[in-house]
């Protein structure tokens, strides 16, 4: 069967501090790989994806994503978090269709 | 521009009671997807739609569910005999070409359904 893990229903990081959000995946074959954002009240937005090539992959507001095929993970990552930043975080491998984690919620704290 | 819009925005209805739920795409999108996300879980994929015919309706749950795109364009999530399990927040997305491609999708805002 094909899963996806966030480890962490929650992640707390003080505003200026790098963040990681973590996700590891268990899919046939070699997926694309995406970070999906959901602010309060909002519809879900692409931050990034990961297809090929150089496995460090940068995205919208700072955020960039490791790719580590021989842990099968995709972590998300940001060299200073904002506050403006706390939201729900979904990974998602691609094969024939999405498929997401169960989220991260990350709080940054002023 | 606009983006992919989904209506209503809330629907409460009880249970047995037959619901629609609308989704308009961003104009030009070839792919749609539709997908319920329930309370503290992430989206689980229901339907695609590439054009006007269903590409991928593995994520059904049952012949409740039945979505339609006549036009290859706005799509209709029909739920037939609600039942409570049912509740949760219907999302749908819109991409410029086939999944094949691993776009990015667009969400919209979703439809929360209540059953009572």
């Known amino acids: 069967a094909q899963s996806v893990a966030q480890p962490e229903d929650q992640v707390n990081v003080a505003e200026g501090n790098p963040l990681t959000v973590k996700c590891t995946y268990s899919?046939?074959?070699?997926?694309?790989l995406f970070w999906y954002v959901q602010y309060p009240n909002r519809g879900l937005q692409f931050l990034l994806k990961?297809?090929?090539?150089?496995?460090l992959v940068k995205g919208s507001y700072g955020f960039e994503a490791e790719f580590n095929k021989s842990q099968t993970s995709f972590h998300l990552k940001k060299p200073s978090a904002l506050v403006s930043d706390s939201a729900l975080y979904f990974c998602a491998p691609y094969t024939d269709k999405l498929i997401f984690g169960t989220g991260t919620r990350l709080q940054v704290f002023p | 521009g606009a983006g992919v819009s989904q209506t209503p925005s809330n629907k409460v209805t009880e249970k047995g009671k037959y619901v629609e739920l609308r989704c308009d795409p961003i104009?030009?999108?070839?792919?749609l997807y539709w997908y319920r996300q329930s309370l503290g879980q992430g989206p689980e994929f229901l339907i695609y739609f590439q054009g006007t015919g269903a590409a991928d309706d593995s994520g059904l749950p049952n012949d409740r569910f039945f979505a339609v795109r006549p036009e290859g364009s706005v799509s209709t999530l029909k739920i037939q005999r609600t039942e409570r399990g049912d509740s949760a927040v219907y999302l749908c997305a819109s991409s410029p070409w086939a999944s094949g491609l691993a776009n990015e999708q667009f969400f919209g805002p979703g439809t929360r359904l209540t059953v009572l």
């Open positions: 990961y297809i090929t090539g150089d496995n």
């Open positions: 899919v046939s074959g070699n997926p694309y």
């Open positions: 104009s030009g999108h070839t792919a």
